[in-house]
Nanobody
Framework: QLQLVESGGGLVQPGGSLRLSCEIS????????IGWFRQAPGKEREGVSC??????VTNYADSVKGRFTIFRDKNTVYLQMNSLRNEDTAVYYC??????????????????WGQGTQVTVSS
């Protein structure tokens, strides 16, 4: 059974940093595109970033470009978040899709999901 487990969320002040982890089990990471999504209270789930199959291509939402970095290491995909803002507060989810070419920001493209981790940016 394919599983994704997020960790690394927490409370941080504006301008601070967090690193989220998405640990993958029961499949080969290179065979999947991995996306990070977030959902704030009362808002729709939005795509934050994606690491395409084999990890050579990455995508970012305009709101996080230059602040967030997605990268892979062994069986884990990380989301390094710097210069955090209040509006980054949300539950963050990672998701897996078997295809390389996809509408990375569209949650319906992804087949497997983690349980989410809370990120709160507040002073």
């Amino acid at each position: 059974q394919l599983q994704l487990v997020e960790s690394g969320g927490g409370l941080v002040q504006p301008g601070g940093s967090l690193r989220l982890s998405c640990e993958i089990s029961a499949f080969t990471l290179d065979d999947y595109s991995i996306g990070w999504f977030r959902q704030a209270p009362g808002k729709e789930r939005e795509g934050v970033s994606c690491s395409r199959r084999e990890g050579r291509v990455t995508n970012y939402a305009d709101s996080v470009k230059g602040r967030f970095t997605i990268f892979r290491d062994k069986n884990t995909v990380y989301l390094q978040m710097n210069s955090l803002r209040n509006e980054d507060t949300a539950v963050y989810y990672c998701a897996a899709a078997p295809q390389q070419w996809l509408r990375w920001f569209d949650s319906s493209e992804y087949k497997y999901w983690g349980q989410g981790t809370q990120v709160t940016v507040s002073s």
